[in-house]
């Protein structure tokens, strides 16, 4: 399994400058590439990454999305005097060129394509290019939006001839419609592209009919272009986060990508003069986790916008340390969606329905009023305040940003822990991992036996506990003191073990702990004072025990054949456990588990956003190979096997929506429509 991460930079790029004076392209300046750079050097993940180096486009690769006459006009300008650029930059909108600008535009196709290579040849495992100009919105016959050749489209066009690549995913997280990117693929079922942008019902550029969430592709391409229109500005970490858990990944594991490509603009981010946005850098850091467990990994990020220096270069930074598996930085704010965002994901999902299995069921009633109300919404007040209250203000807003980012950087932060996984002195199976594990000296039986009676007699009722215990405390205060970042551990009796774990994290001061229960669960903790959150994931009703807001039983027995856990784990187990936002999470796999290993290592893998990844595993002792691929998902050894996607029954559907229903009040990440009659 490849691993490493790429990262492609080359200062030529920095050449292309404006010329003369012109308000609406004067933001994308050179200083874009370099201050990225220098914060990555600052926070030493240069050093870190497997240098690429960037390498100039060869002609026929642009026309393998650009038409002969656009590439003629770019290569024309190389010669040309300040006023012959100007003139030949006023035939398109928001493009200045510089005599330098086509050999940086071939630099940065150039760039994209060698980052391709290294991931399709498993030099690296992903990586990020760093380049300007961006590419998104130049057309096959058009520069646009500060962009000359679509580098994002060239490289899925390569990708699909160098390597015979069926299913290319292109996320889009730049605050811009990539209409460029758009019009390329609207007929390419090869390539799914989605983008969410900021759109104001129509108001913001680049103002199209066919940026609004009802243009889902052309032809064959119909149901592969999704686009998630932002009605007002100030979306922030939580809207983001719906938008995946409820539109991008659940299209994304059904499509099941070999490679994904993200147009990766950060002017979505907070103090961008452009987006007006509020979503912090370390929200790219769990996007970027999100899209890693694709395609088995293989991910190419490619610099798009951008135009906040100190922003740009804070999530630039958040990108590329979880490239490289740093543990996820705990996301801030408040865990609610807001109305208009919550319903633009409703008129997404619903203009997808006829295209996608996992939305076979998806309730589209609301549409004979609603696109009235939205409308409505719109006269009501023509010009819409933000949703969420905006952090910043307008004026001198970028010394503020700067000033609010030191801050806010600052205690999002950590040391990253030495070892990824630490685990107790075994059987062979941990020990047979490619990547080094951190063994801990189990607590002796002495001081055990006094901790349990002091603490936990009425937990632990025999002897035969103790050993296990001992391993899972030791591992639990490792994990607690921040030296290791998660640790696995085996139990004869889960539920003691998990009973003594979650009471031990709360006397440790972890005041929210998550735990997901896999399988029989003899003993429920006390979930009253809602320091622990327990779902319960079995295949039938506990007896006796009702759900609350803290206690959540899912009952759910895994289709034979492959993975059909994926509407469950994204449609509500994330949005509940970024609702809760725990800082420890501990999943344990009991006897008489109703899900397969797929569903087990899914979990695993798309749990990690959480608690800075501190994750503490315990697995039955008699199931080596649930303890195997957790392992790996732990320490990151290989992106994760989630089996053969297998859609969801109309019965497993209407399960979720229940839940959704019953607990979306409290859990409001779980929100992805709006209640009718609002
Ligand atoms: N009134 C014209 C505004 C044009 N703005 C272009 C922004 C391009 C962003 C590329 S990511
Ligand atoms: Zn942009």
Same mark, same amino acid.
């Given at each position: 399994?490849? @691993?490493?991460?790429?990262?492609?930079?080359?200062?030529?790029?920095?050449?292309?400058?404006?010329?003369?004076?012109?308000?609406?392209?004067?933001?994308?300046?050179?200083?874009?590439?370099? !201050?990225?750079?220098?914060?990555?050097?600052?926070?030493?993940?240069?050093?870190?990454?497997?240098?690429?180096?960037?390498?100039?486009?060869?002609?026929?690769?642009?026309?393998?999305?650009?038409?002969?006459?656009?590439?003629?006009?770019?290569?024309?300008?190389?010669?040309?005097?300040?006023?012959?650029?100007?003139?030949?930059?006023?035939?398109?909108?928001?493009?200045?060129?510089?005599?330098?600008?086509?050999?940086?535009?071939?630099?940065?196709?150039?760039?994209?394509?060698?980052?391709?290579?290294?991931?399709?040849?498993?030099?690296?495992?992903?990586?990020?290019?760093?380049?300007?100009?961006?590419?998104?919105?130049?057309?096959?016959?058009?520069? &646009?939006?500060?962009?000359?050749?679509?580098?994002?489209?060239?490289?899925?066009?390569?990708?699909?001839?160098?390597?015979?690549?069926?299913?290319?995913?292109?996320?889009?997280?730049?605050?811009?419609?990539?209409?460029?990117?758009?019009?390329?693929?609207?007929?390419?079922? !090869?390539?799914?592209?989605?983008?969410?942008?900021?759109?104001?019902?129509?108001?913001?550029?680049?103002?199209?009919?066919?940026?609004?969430?009802?243009?889902?592709?052309?032809?064959?391409?119909?149901?592969?272009?999704?686009?998630?229109?932002?009605?007002?500005?100030?979306?922030?970490?939580?809207?983001?986060?719906?938008?995946?858990?409820?539109?991008?990944?659940?299209?994304?594991?059904? $499509?099941?990508?070999?490679?994904?490509?993200?147009?990766?603009?950060?002017?979505?981010?907070?103090?961008?003069?452009?987006?007006?946005?509020?979503?912090?850098?370390?929200?790219?850091?769990?996007?970027?986790?999100?899209?890693?467990?694709?395609?088995?990994?293989?991910?190419?990020?490619?610099?798009?916008?951008?135009?906040?220096?100190?922003?740009?270069?804070?999530?630039?930074?958040?990108?590329?340390?979880?490239?490289?598996?740093?543990?996820?930085?705990?996301?801030?704010?408040?865990?609610?969606?807001?109305?208009?965002?919550?319903?633009?994901?409703? &008129?997404?999902?619903?203009?997808?329905? !006829?295209?996608?299995?996992?939305?076979?069921?998806?309730?589209?009633?609301?549409?004979?009023?609603?696109?009235?109300?939205?409308?409505?919404?719109?006269?009501?007040?023509?010009?819409?305040?933000?949703?969420?209250?905006?952090?910043?203000?307008?004026?001198?807003?970028?010394?503020?940003?700067?000033?609010?980012?030191?801050?806010?950087?600052?205690?999002?932060? $950590?040391?990253?822990?030495?070892?990824?996984?630490?685990?107790?002195? @075994?059987?062979?199976?941990?020990?047979?991992?490619?990547?080094?594990?951190?063994?801990?000296?189990?607590?002796?039986?002495?001081?055990?036996?006094?901790?349990?009676?002091?603490?936990?007699?009425?937990?632990?009722?025999?002897?035969?506990?103790?050993?296990?215990?001992?391993?899972?405390?030791?591992?639990?205060?490792?994990?607690? %003191?921040?030296?290791?970042?998660?640790?696995?551990?085996?139990?004869?009796?889960? @539920?003691?073990?998990?009973?003594?774990?979650?009471?031990?994290?709360?006397?440790?001061?972890?005041?929210?702990?998550?735990?997901?229960?896999?399988?029989?669960?003899?003993?429920?903790?006390?979930?009253?004072?809602?320091?622990?959150?327990?779902?319960?994931?079995?295949?039938?009703?506990?007896?006796? %025990?009702?759900?609350?807001?803290?206690?959540?039983?899912?009952?759910?027995?895994?289709?034979?054949?492959?993975?059909?856990?994926?509407?469950?784990?994204?449609?509500?187990?994330?949005?509940?456990?970024?609702?809760?936002?725990?800082?420890?999470?501990?999943?344990?796999?009991?006897?008489?588990?109703?899900?397969?290993?797929?569903?087990?290592?899914?979990?695993?893998?798309?749990?990690?956003?959480?608690?800075?990844?501190?994750?503490?595993?315990?697995?039955?002792?008699?199931?080596?190979?649930?303890?195997?691929?957790?392992?790996?998902?732990?320490?990151?050894? !290989?992106?994760?096997?989630?089996?053969?996607?297998?859609?969801?029954?109309?019965? %497993?559907?209407?399960?979720?929506?229940?839940?959704?229903?019953?607990?979306?009040?409290?859990?409001?990440?779980?929100?992805?429509?709006?209640?009718?009659?609002?």
């Amino acid at each position: 399994m490849a @691993s490493g991460t790429a990262l492609i930079y080359d200062e030529e790029m920095t050449t292309h400058k404006l010329l003369w004076s012109d308000p609406v392209c004067d933001i994308e300046v050179p200083e874009r590439l370099s !201050s990225s750079y220098d914060q990555l050097k600052r926070y030493h993940l240069v050093e870190r990454c497997v240098h690429v180096p960037a390498r100039e486009a060869s002609q026929e690769e642009i026309l393998l999305v650009h038409s002969s006459e656009h590439l003629e006009v770019a290569k024309s300008t190389q010669t040309m005097n300040e006023e012959e650029l100007k003139k030949v930059s006023g035939n398109y909108d928001a493009f200045f060129f510089h005599p330098n600008t086509y050999c940086c535009a071939r630099l940065a196709v150039g760039a994209t394509l060698e980052l391709v290579d290294a991931v399709m040849s498993g030099k690296v495992r992903n990586g990020m290019a760093l380049v300007r100009p961006p590419g998104h919105h130049s057309q096959r016959n058009a520069a &646009n939006g500060f962009c000359l050749f679509n580098n994002v489209a060239i490289a899925a066009e390569y990708a699909k001839l160098k390597y015979g690549l069926q299913r290319i995913l292109i996320v889009d997280w730049d605050v811009h419609h990539g209409q460029g990117t758009q019009y390329i693929f609207e007929e390419d079922p !090869s390539v799914l592209y989605f983008s969410w942008h900021r759109y104001e019902h129509q108001e913001f550029w680049p103002s199209l009919k066919e940026s609004d969430y009802d243009a889902v592709g052309l032809g064959k391409g119909k149901g592969f272009n999704i686009n998630l229109p932002w009605n007002k500005v100030g979306m922030g970490n939580s809207d983001y986060l719906a938008a995946f858990f409820h539109v991008l990944l659940p299209m994304a594991f059904e $499509f099941d990508p070999e490679l994904v490509i993200v147009s990766s603009g950060y002017d979505s981010g907070i103090g961008d003069p452009e987006g007006q946005m509020n979503a912090t850098p370390e929200v790219f850091a769990h996007l970027t986790h999100f899209v890693m467990q694709l395609a088995n990994g293989k991910l190419c990020v490619i610099l798009e916008g951008g135009y906040h220096l100190k922003s740009l270069s804070e999530s630039v930074c958040m990108t590329v340390r979880t490239l490289l598996g740093d543990p996820v930085p705990q996301i801030t704010g408040e865990m609610a969606p807001c109305l208009s965002a919550v319903e633009s994901i409703q &008129n997404v999902r619903a203009a997808h329905k !006829s295209y996608w299995k996992w939305l076979m069921y998806e309730d589209t009633s609301f549409l004979q009023n609603l696109s009235t109300k939205s409308l409505l919404l719109k006269k009501a007040n023509p010009n819409p305040s933000t949703e969420h209250e905006s952090k910043i203000t307008n004026n001198d807003e970028t010394v503020k940003v700067e000033r609010f980012l030191e801050l806010h950087m600052k205690n999002i932060l $950590f040391p990253v822990p030495p070892i990824k996984t630490a685990t107790t002195d @075994s059987r062979g199976s941990v020990h047979l991992l490619p990547v080094p594990v951190h063994f801990v000296k189990e607590i002796d039986k002495t001081e055990i036996k006094a901790l349990v009676s002091g603490f936990y007699a009425d937990i632990v009722k025999e002897d035969k506990n103790l050993l296990s215990l001992g391993s899972i405390l030791a591992i639990l205060d490792k994990i607690l %003191k921040k030296e290791v970042c998660n640790g696995i551990a085996e139990s004869p009796t889960c @539920s003691v073990s998990v009973a003594v774990a979650l009471r031990h994290s709360v006397r440790f001061g972890f005041q929210r702990v998550l735990c997901i229960f896999v399988g029989d669960m003899e003993i429920i903790p006390n979930t009253e004072d809602g320091k622990i959150l327990m779902i319960h994931i079995c295949e039938k009703e506990q007896s006796g %025990k009702t759900r609350s807001k803290h206690y959540i039983s899912l009952n759910w027995k895994e289709d034979a054949e492959g993975n059909d856990f994926f509407p469950a784990v994204l449609g509500f187990i994330l949005p509940v456990a970024y609702s809760y936002q725990p800082n420890l999470t501990v999943i344990a796999v009991g006897p008489n588990r109703s899900l397969g290993i797929s569903g087990i290592s899914l979990l695993f893998s798309l749990l990690q956003g959480l608690a800075e990844s501190r994750i503490l595993a315990v697995i039955k002792d008699t199931e080596i190979n649930v303890m195997q691929s957790v392992a790996k998902a732990l320490v990151g050894a !290989s992106a994760p096997q989630f089996g053969v996607y297998v859609p969801p029954t109309q019965e %497993k559907v209407n399960k979720i929506k229940i839940l959704r229903d019953q607990f979306q009040q409290e859990w409001k990440m779980l929100q992805c429509s709006v209640k009718d009659g609002i």
